[in-house]
């Protein structure tokens, strides 16, 4: 069954589905009619069944009937960021939607000084749009209970003003070094909120590793191989849930 967020909150049990997106996939796109079972999400992060009672070409919206699902969140217990250097449009695109997919709750891209990518200002609003929906579509797919956040910041030092409880850095310096512990102690700690910031295809220069450190981000390799900017994040996420979703404690 497709899933669908709604941006108003659902306190009844009918429901009119009208923003214009949504409207058109679930009559048009999807070409349900009624009796059909749509689920729907709205901003409390509670899910419904909505049983299709009657679309209105006309009007352009379809009218539900509504029921609360009482199934466990699929949301991982620990909010995750995940800040990424600028990358190629693909790739920026694609570590998105995989972000999504694997359960991040906020994804920043950031500029430095090995991007082999820059975006200007003028350009960024119409991006982040392009992206918002690419997360929006994959947490959709995938069946989760929020959209993350896509956002950007023009300077690494930007990057300081979204720390939380626990803030890494994937260095690959760190990896060729052998440095295989820091990040599960990191997470043996239990810690509600993590971020981790990965470099571009050339890597941190030095100094902001530097800066990074100073800043209390702790360094952390990601086992003994070194992977592609789109691929760290990736594992990174995959860590974290084998950590909290698949270990029996």
């Known amino acids: 069954m497709e899933q669908y967020f709604v941006k108003e909150i659902i306190n009844s049990n ?3 589905i009208d923003e214009t997106e949504t409207f058109k ?12 079972v749509v689920y729907l999400v709205d901003p409390s992060e509670k899910l419904y ?5 009657k679309i209105d070409l006309d009007n352009n919206n379809i009218l539900t009937k509504v029921s609360l699902v009482d199934r466990p ?4 217990p620990v909010k995750v960021t995940i800040a990424c250097s600028l990358s190629k449009k693909d790739k920026i695109e694609w570590i998105t939607q995989k972000s999504t997919e694997l ?16 975006w200007k200002q003028n350009v960024v609003a119409k991006k982040l749009d392009r992206l918002q929906e690419i997360a929006k ?5 995938s069946k989760r209970r929020i959209i993350p956040q896509v956002i950007y910041v023009n300077k ?23 440095e ?14 993590v971020l981790c910031a990965f470099g571009p295809e050339g890597g941190f220069a030095p100094d902001e590793i530097d800066f990074l450190n100073q800043a209390d981000f702790a360094s952390v390799g990601l086992g003994p191989r070194i992977m592609r900017a789109e691929t760290a994040p990736m594992y990174f996420l995959s860590v974290l849930s084998y950590k909290y979703e698949l270990t029996v404690k």
């Open 14 to 16: 009918k429901f009119t």
């Open 25 to 36: 996939h679930v009559a048009k796109v999807m070409r349900h009619k009624a009796g059909d």
């Open 49 to 53: 069944a909505a049983t299709i009672e």
């Open 73 to 76: 969140s699929t949301e991982m």
């Open 103 to 118: 359960g991040a709750t906020t994804i920043i891209f950031f500029d430095s000084k090995y991007s082999i990518m820059k």
């Open 137 to 141: 579509n994959a947490a959709q797919q």
């Open 156 to 178: 690494l030092q930007d990057l300081l003003n979204y720390k939380v409880e626990a803030n890494l850095v994937a260095y690959e310096e760190s990896a060729k070094q052998g």
């Open 180 to 193: 295989i512990s820091l990040l599960a102690q990191t997470l043996n700690q239990d810690p509600k909120s």
